[in-house]
Structure formats: structure tokens, C-alpha cells
């Protein structure tokens, strides 16, 4: 069984360069196929086929390379902690905006 792990630890993408090296070659198997498409299903059937192909590598590609970036940290570490940013109690309620005449005005005739 320590065999078998240690085997499978050579089939592990550790490094952007290996993602890369591992997208040149999926490229090259669809271009592959692709062309022996064309081949095989002449007209749009065959251009069809070898673009979904050819479009199979961006998706894989951008999967691999995603992998191996490592993951953003949600807060950046530092020497200070966070601040906390807290929410009013009543951010609910509706707040009466004055009005620019109910500024100017020096009595109100708003009774509550």
C-alpha cells in the first residue's frame, strides 16, 4: 500500500510549469483529434467537432492552472486584527430626509 501512495504521488500537478507542460500535451491530443475528425465527418460536422475539441483545452487548462494557484487568504495576516465593521440596529427602519426647504426654513410646521 506505501508503494501504491508513493507511485500515485508522481501523478500529482504541483507546480504551474507541470500544469502547463500537462495543457501542451492535452492541446496536442485535440489537435489530434480534431484533424481526424475533419477526416472522418467532412463539412461542418467535422469543423464543429474539432472546434468543441480545441474549446475542451481552455476549460481544462484554466481547471489545471486554478488548482495549483493557491487560494487567496480571506483576511491578510498581519501584526493588527481586523476591524469589525458593525451594523446600526435599526438599518431597517426609513429615515426621513430633510428637505432642502425644510432646511432653509426656520420653523417647521412637522409635528410628531
Known amino acids: 500500500m506505501v508503494m501504491l501512495s508513493k507511485i500515485g504521488r508522481l501523478f500529482q500537478i504541483k507546480t504551474r510549469l507541470e500544469a502547463w507542460m500537462v495543457i501542451y500535451a492535452i492541446a496536442l491530443?485535440?489537435?489530434?483529434?480534431?484533424?481526424?475528425?475533419?477526416?472522418?465527418?467532412?463539412?461542418?460536422?467535422?469543423?464543429?467537432?474539432?472546434?468543441?475539441?480545441?474549446?475542451?483545452?481552455?476549460?481544462?487548462?484554466?481547471?489545471?492552472?486554478?488548482?495549483?494557484?493557491p487560494a487567496a487568504p480571506a483576511l491578510i495576516a498581519g501584526p493588527y486584527r481586523a476591524p469589525v465593521q458593525r451594523r446600526s440596529l435599526d438599518r431597517h427602519r426609513p429615515t426621513r430626509l430633510?428637505?432642502?426647504?425644510?432646511?432653509?426654513?426656520?420653523?417647521?410646521?412637522?409635528?410628531d
Open 98 to 111: 430633510a428637505s432642502s426647504r425644510a432646511s432653509r426654513a426656520r420653523f417647521t410646521r412637522h409635528h
Open 29 to 69: 491530443g485535440a489537435v489530434e483529434r480534431g484533424r481526424h475528425y475533419l477526416d472522418a465527418y467532412p463539412g461542418w460536422g467535422g469543423w464543429l467537432l474539432a472546434l468543441a475539441c480545441t474549446g475542451v483545452v481552455f476549460i481544462a487548462g484554466g481547471k489545471l492552472l486554478d488548482s495549483v494557484r
